[in-house]
């Protein structure tokens, strides 16, 4: 059996995300959790599972500059060989991305490139669009502009408010943050320049799973 890959999940509030990753783990284990906040519930629930947690509070540092560097400082004495972002609210430094390229990703509610930025339930609901969803992607420079990995959809409702499009989601999420990091980790999906490469393991999955990849 091949070595579990070791990841670091970045959080900011109560960690759904974070739980799903742990709970449908394969091929990969969570060493560390960090958080910009101390009363984050992720927190608690990492350490009721006996993950190391860190936190870095903007207050303790004299600037925002100083904090992020902290952020980076922390991440990288975690040695991990994947950073997951799962509703971590704050924008990263280049140098960040640069020491983790490749190797960083995130979860964003919403079809990429639809919808970039926040409120994206309330943004898609009042545009008035048919399908909405979730996409996982390799974090760059930009807002949410990093190579598409996968995507999970949905039909939104006609009574569908932001509030019941974002539980539908989460729903979505919870199962497509788990496969992409898992296929990461295995080798099964891989980033080369800012093409994404697929097994036919993984693209197989991807199929049976109703996922949008993109090769």
């Not at 609901?125 to 969803?133: C, E, K, P, T």
Request: hydrophobic share 40%; with cysteine; glycine share 6%.
């Amino acid at each position: 059996m091949s070595q579990e890959r070791a990841v670091s999940v970045l959080i900011s509030g109560r960690g759904s995300n974070l739980k799903s990753l742990h709970e449908n783990r394969r091929g990969y284990r969570i060493t560390t959790v960090l958080s910009n906040r101390a009363d984050a519930a992720g927190l608690e629930y990492a350490r009721s599972q006996g993950i190391p947690t860190v936190v870095v509070n903007r207050e303790d540092h004299s600037s925002l500059l100083a904090c992020k560097a902290a952020v980076l400082e922390a991440t990288l004495s975690s040695k991990p060989d994947l950073v997951a972002l799962a509703g971590f609210m704050m924008v990263l430094q280049p140098d960040f991305i640069e020491a983790f390229s490749g190797r960083l990703i995130n979860i964003h509610p919403s079809l990429l490139p639809e919808f970039p930025g926040l409120d994206t339930h309330a943004r898609a609901v009042a545009a008035g669009v048919s399908r909405h969803g979730c996409s996982v992607h390799f974090v760059d420079s930009g807002v949410d502009t990093g190579p598409l990995i996968a995507q999970a959809a949905l039909d939104l409702r006609p009574e569908d408010t932001a509030s019941s499009a974002a539980t539908r989601v989460l729903a979505l999420e919870h199962a497509l943050y788990p496969w992409a990091l898992s296929s990461l980790a295995s080798g099964e999906i891989s980033l080369q320049g800012r093409s994404v490469r697929y097994s036919d393991s993984a693209r197989r999955e991807a199929e049976a799973n109703r996922y949008t990849i993109f090769p």
